[in-house]
């Protein structure tokens, strides 16, 4: 596996290398010569944010120009993703996406948004793939998901949960909730980071969230997973279940992250991009950063790769919208 993990690295800076442009002054950009904006359409304290800050300090030290993490929450997702639309497609803004961002929003919101971000973004490298885990406060009462779901099944729409309207998490407790019978109020959060702390307080009775976000809160007792959207069992929390082990096979997805940048920025610095992003995930200190975050790295081989990795994530979901007929104000 771990042979497996470095071979696709390696492919990524040598196919970055190979598809740079052959005018000798693009291929010499000096990209970057002052600090680059990096910004993270959610909340601090998120797993993109962990993601995010982790990869600027990484790619300050091998690009030798500051990375600069700016937080621009709000709208699920979209204002920060517009203010990366709007940049100057000149190497110097950079925009992490996840899942929600950059695969369901584009279709949840086509009607309202005012930007076309699968034509206006260029996707550069896939980095991380988040399992989530359905949690809920210390003193919640059920202890095993079946027990959860009983409690849920006494007290039809008494009971709430947090999750960003049309991300990921908010569209797995949707589906959750269908199979399992139950019915619950979605108090909207700007993102994990602003979710966990109302959970803890039992303000949120359950949520799904990231485990990046809240394994630490889990083994520190603060809070109680129930089941994680991982196909494995996680090493951190060894003890809970899968959702197919507690029942519901197929169901539950992963937030993944990756870098874009404004459509027209030019190739030599989308491929500068690319490698720098591989070293950066091959530097054991970052590794071991994102393994006690747990947070599983999963570099994409190339830009190429990583774009039609996005453009199947955006039909998957698309789907599954339609399949369960949800509607977004």
Same mark, same amino acid.
Request: glycine share 8%; aromatic share 8%; charged share 15%.
């Given at each position: 596996?771990?042979?497996?993990?470095?071979?696709?690295v390696?492919l990524? #800076?040598?196919?970055a290398?190979?598809?740079?442009p052959?005018?000798?002054a693009?291929?010499?950009?000096?990209w970057?010569?002052?600090?680059v904006?990096?910004?993270?359409?959610?909340a601090?304290g998120g797993?993109t944010?962990?993601?995010?800050?982790?990869?600027a300090?990484?790619?300050?030290?091998?690009?030798?120009?500051q990375?600069?993490?700016?937080?621009r929450?709000?709208?699920?997702?979209n204002i920060?993703?517009?203010?990366?639309?709007r940049s100057?497609p000149d190497g110097?803004?950079?925009?992490i996406?996840?899942?929600s961002t950059?695969?369901?929003?584009?279709?949840?919101?086509?009607?309202t948004?005012?930007?076309?971000?699968?034509?206006e973004?260029?996707?550069?490298?896939?980095?991380?793939?988040?399992p989530?885990?359905?949690v809920?406060?210390?003193?919640f009462?059920?202890n095993?998901l079946?027990e959860l779901i009983?409690?849920a099944?006494?007290r039809?729409?008494?009971?709430n949960?947090?999750?960003?309207i049309?991300?990921y998490?908010?569209?797995?407790?949707?589906?959750f909730?269908?199979k399992?019978?139950i019915?619950?109020?979605?108090?909207?959060?700007?993102?994990?980071?602003?979710?966990?702390a109302?959970? #803890?307080?039992?303000e949120?009775?359950?949520?799904?969230l990231?485990?990046?976000?809240v394994t630490?809160q889990?083994?520190?007792?603060?809070?109680?997973?129930f089941?994680?959207?991982?196909?494995?069992?996680?090493?951190?929390l060894?003890d809970?279940?899968?959702?197919a082990?507690a029942?519901?096979?197929?169901?539950g997805?992963?937030?993944?992250n990756?870098?874009?940048?404004?459509?027209?920025?030019?190739r030599a610095?989308?491929?500068?991009?690319?490698?720098?992003t591989?070293?950066?995930?091959?530097?054991?200190a970052?590794?071991?950063?994102?393994?006690?975050?747990?947070?599983?790295?999963?570099?994409s081989?190339?830009?190429?790769e990583?774009?039609?990795?996005?453009?199947?994530?955006?039909?998957?979901?698309?789907? #599954?919208i339609k399949?369960?007929?949800?509607?977004f104000?």
């Open positions: 596996m771990a042979y497996l993990w470095r071979s696709r390696a990524l #800076i040598a196919s290398l190979l598809a740079s052959l005018n000798a693009e291929r010499a950009t000096d970057p010569t002052k600090p904006r990096l910004i993270v359409p959610f601090p797993a944010d962990i993601v995010a800050r982790v990869m300090q990484g790619l300050a030290e091998v690009l030798g120009q990375f600069v993490v700016d937080n929450s709000g709208a699920s997702g920060g993703v517009e203010m990366a639309v100057l110097y803004t950079v925009l996406n996840n899942v950059g695969a369901i929003n584009p279709i949840a919101f086509a009607k948004l005012k930007y076309e971000s699968t034509k973004l260029t996707g550069v490298a896939l980095l991380a793939s988040i989530n885990l359905l809920a406060g210390a003193n009462p059920p095993t079946k009983e409690y099944k006494a039809p729409g008494q009971l949960y947090s999750n960003p049309g991300a998490s908010h569209l797995d407790m949707l589906e909730m269908s399992a019978g019915q619950m109020v979605n108090v909207p959060s700007k993102g994990a980071g602003s979710s966990f109302p959970v #803890i307080a039992g949120i009775h359950f949520s799904f990231n485990a990046a976000t630490p889990v083994k520190a007792g603060r809070m109680k997973a089941v994680t959207t991982a196909k494995k069992r996680l090493p951190e060894p809970v279940p899968t959702m082990e029942g519901f096979p197929g169901m997805s992963v937030n993944w990756g870098f874009f940048v404004p459509a027209k920025t030019p610095i989308i491929d500068k991009l690319a490698v720098a591989a070293q950066v995930l091959q530097r054991p970052v590794q071991e950063a994102f393994a006690k975050a747990g947070v599983p790295l999963t570099p081989a190339s830009p190429e990583f774009q039609e990795f996005v453009r199947a994530e955006q039909k998957r979901w698309a789907r #599954i399949e369960n007929n949800v509607k104000e």
